[in-house]
């Protein structure tokens, strides 16, 4: 007989009547419990669209970038142009990069790197003027870039023209794979799969301004267009790398984990809540 009912024996039948209430209880709890069910749906729904907006916001992290993210106008910059390896299996083993296309670079130098070997194709006969590619070629195996590790490669150029320039890169493994680094991001596809190594040119101050900011500055100085190397006393832009695309994915993908552990927690309090009262 079920706990809380009351019974009566009329000849020798046995009738079982259910305590007033316990029905309206009953449903009391059913209605409680779809609620729970309900609320849990929903806050699962809404954490899983909240994630995948967020990771959908995020561009490849991994992938050939330009230090620093941004330069003055006018300017001659060293370029450091990071490489991480995105294969499980593979090594890369060369690093091509083409210079922007009608560039304003009066001279383009190429730092060298320990272990590596690199060749310059120019349209000039004189160093340096004229650059229209670099490519870096590992000289051993294990000068090449391992799987989960990176490597940087550096030029020396300038000046840059104000907007955005953009290199293109082609990332060759030693299993033939070969990534090409090449779309530039646009206002319609600001995240594309593959882009390239892109820098900021920012506007020079006017005369005033850099005048009083000459003693802390860290930024350029304006280089002739034509002039002998030797002559040439070049100030460099700072290598530290300004705020961009990764460091934006690092807090996307934070602010998606934050979300998510939110979620988890507010779940299981309803349903420890939902277990005591059912």
């Given at each position: 007989?079920?706990?809380?009912?009351?019974?009566?024996s009329t000849q020798?039948?046995?009738?079982?009547?259910?305590?007033?209430?316990?029905?309206?209880?009953?449903?009391?709890?059913?209605?409680?419990?779809?609620?729970?069910?309900?609320?849990?749906?929903?806050?699962?729904?809404?954490?899983?669209?909240?994630?995948?907006?967020?990771?959908?916001?995020?561009?490849?992290?991994?992938?050939?970038?330009?230090?620093?993210?941004?330069?003055?106008?006018?300017?001659?910059?060293?370029?450091?142009?990071?490489?991480?390896?995105?294969?499980?299996?593979a090594a890369t083993?060369?690093?091509?990069?083409?210079?922007?296309?009608?560039?304003?670079?009066?001279?383009?130098?190429?730092?060298?790197?320990?272990?590596?070997?690199?060749?310059?194709?120019?349209?000039?006969a004189e160093v340096?003027?004229?650059?229209?590619?670099?490519?870096?070629?590992?000289?051993?195996?294990?000068?090449?870039?391992?799987?989960?590790?990176?490597?940087?490669?550096?030029?020396?150029?300038?000046?840059?023209?104000?907007?955005?320039?953009?290199?293109?890169?082609?990332?060759?493994?030693?299993?033939?794979?070969?990534?090409?680094?090449?779309?530039?991001?646009?206002?319609?596809?600001?995240?594309?799969?593959?882009?390239?190594?892109?820098?900021?040119?920012?506007?020079?101050?006017?005369?005033?301004?850099?005048?009083?900011?000459?003693?802390?500055?860290?930024?350029?100085?304006?280089?002739?267009?034509?002039?002998?190397?030797?002559?040439?006393?070049?100030?460099?832009?700072?290598?530290?790398?300004?705020?961009?695309?990764?460091?934006?994915?690092?807090?996307?993908?934070?602010?998606?984990?934050?979300?998510?552990?939110?979620?988890?927690?507010?779940?299981?309090?309803?349903?420890?809540?939902?277990?005591?009262?059912?």
């Open positions: 007989m079920p706990e809380g009912a009351i019974s009566e020798g039948i046995t009738v079982v009547h259910p305590e007033p209430g316990a029905k309206a209880c009953a449903g009391k709890s059913s209605g409680r419990s779809t609620v729970n069910r309900s609320l849990y749906r929903v806050l699962a729904t809404a954490a899983v669209a909240a994630t995948a907006v967020m990771i959908s916001a995020v561009p490849a992290s991994a992938h050939v970038t330009a230090l620093p993210g941004e330069v003055t106008a006018g300017s001659f910059a060293t370029v450091t142009f990071r490489v991480p390896n995105e294969s499980d299996t083993s060369k690093l091509v990069l083409d210079m922007p296309q009608n560039n304003t670079f009066a001279f383009t130098f190429v730092q060298p790197h320990p272990e590596w070997t690199h060749k310059v194709q120019r349209s000039s340096g003027v004229g650059v229209q590619s670099v490519t870096w070629k590992a000289d051993s195996r294990s000068s090449r870039i391992a799987p989960g590790d990176f490597d940087e490669f550096k030029i020396l150029t300038g000046p840059f023209a104000a907007g955005q320039v953009c290199f293109k890169a082609a990332q060759h493994y030693d299993d033939g794979t070969i990534v090409k680094w090449d779309e530039v991001p646009t206002a319609a596809v600001p995240n594309p799969a593959h882009p390239a190594p892109c820098i900021r040119v920012v506007a020079a101050p006017a005369a005033g301004a850099a005048a009083a900011n000459s003693a802390d500055a860290a930024g350029s100085a304006v280089i002739p267009a034509r002039a002998d190397v030797s002559d040439t006393r070049i100030v460099l832009a700072s290598d530290a790398p300004a705020p961009n695309s990764d460091n934006r994915s690092m807090t996307m993908l934070v602010m998606a984990m934050l979300v998510m552990t939110g979620t988890g927690i507010m779940i299981g309090r309803f349903s420890r809540r939902q277990a005591r009262n059912s």
